[in-house]
């Protein structure tokens, strides 16, 4: 009887530790490092592409934008999520520069930046129901380097359904 109670007990704490998981990180890697990150889900992408090479990158956690990665220059593009959408793909290519960015959500919209060229790369969590929870990289002027971070634990807080009468 204590064994079945130690194996359940177990198995319910394991399943609610988080899996955080962190894509191997691509580019040249040179420049200043930074770290986009934020409360809750990313609701948003900005992009900044100049001389086809994704110039610089900025993150959106419910109305608060972080800082920018890299420089604010050229062609600006904006992606929004829907409501209950998730980042849960990376894809891109580089070379000395990150070229190309393309974001898949969970309702299968893409948003791209750049131009594709050079090495590619693929970028997705190891687990089912996970979501982008940050990116990492350096930048010299443009992108040098891009990594991601992913986590399973809903990061959108739940609000209560009421049903008015």
């Not at 131009?115 to 969590?125: L, V």
Request: proline share 4%; with cysteine; glycine share 10%.
């Amino acid at each position: 009887m204590h064994y079945i109670i130690f194996v359940t007990l177990i198995t319910v704490l394991a399943a609610s530790i988080p899996h955080d998981y962190t894509s191997k990180s691509v580019g040249s890697n040179t420049g200043t490092p930074f770290r986009l990150s934020g409360e809750g889900s990313v609701t948003a992408v900005r992009t900044w592409e100049y001389l086809n090479v994704v110039y610089g990158i900025q993150l959106c956690y419910g109305d608060t934008w972080t800082t920018g990665a890299g420089t604010a220059i050229g062609h600006m593009q904006q992606f929004k999520l829907f409501d209950g959408e998730t980042i849960v793909q990376v894809s891109g290519q580089f070379t000395c520069y990150i070229t190309w960015l393309m974001f898949v959500t969970s309702s299968g919209r893409s948003f791209v930046a750049g131009h594709p060229s050079g090495k590619s790369f693929n970028m997705y969590p190891e687990y089912k129901e996970a979501e982008l929870l940050l990116i990492t990289g350096t930048a010299h002027r443009a992108l040098t380097g891009f990594s991601a971070q992913w986590t399973d634990i809903p990061m959108r807080p739940q609000c209560p359904h009421f049903d008015l009468q």
